[in-house]
């Protein structure tokens, strides 16, 4: 390896770091790339396989991996909702995190990441408390305990609108 591709890879290895929110030049926020959470690929995959079976195809085996991983890391799931209800419901949180924005004392503007979105998405159950979050998603820190506390409701009201549904 040439020291000019060393230098390359050690630059791009250095842009892409998560706790500082630097994923390179597909994530930067000019593109069209939408992160989603567990749940949301879960339904995703859920009605794409349901239109398999109406249609007599057969599911490839990485397709079935795929479903298997996302719906065991599904924290957000009831069977007996409905999946538009359940996209609904996904969609809702989605776009509360996202437009979600806190002012800091300098009065600089704050905003999740949609990496953080869907990551929060994925990682939090209802008694998960400020220091966990900011512990499994660094990048939160720049953010105080109260917005995080904040974050956190949205996504616990969502989860047990989800989980209690119908009981």
């Known amino acids: 390896m040439s020291s000019t591709e060393a230098t390359l890879n050690t630059a791009v290895t250095a842009v892409e770091n998560a706790a ?4 390179g030049a597909g994530f930067d926020g000019d593109s069209d790339i939408q992160i989603l959470s567990n749940a949301q690929v ?3 995959l859920q009605m794409s396989a349901q239109n398999a079976l109406i249609r007599d195809e057969e599911l490839h085996d990485v397709y079935k991996k795929t479903q298997k991983y996302v719906e065991r890391y599904n924290t957000m799931k009831n069977p007996e909702k409905e999946h538009q209800e359940l996209v609904d419901e996904l969609d809702n949180l989605q776009g509360a995190l ?5 002012e800091t004392e300098n009065g600089q503007e704050m905003e999740l990441h949609q990496f953080e979105v869907a990551a929060l998405m ?3 159950a209802t008694d998960t408390m400020v220091e966990e979050a ?3 998603i660094p990048s939160l820190s720049r953010f105080p305990e109260s917005a995080v ?5 949205l996504i616990r009201n969502t989860m047990i609108r989800i989980v209690s549904y119908g009981s």
Do not use: G, M, P, Q
Not at 20 to 23: D, I, P, R, V
């Open 20 to 23: 500082e929110l630097s994923f």
């Open 42 to 44: 879960a339904v995703i």
């Open 98 to 102: 996202t437009t979600f924005r806190k």
């Open 122 to 124: 994925n990682l939090v």
């Open 134 to 136: 900011v512990a499994l």
């Open 149 to 153: 506390d904040e974050i956190l409701d």
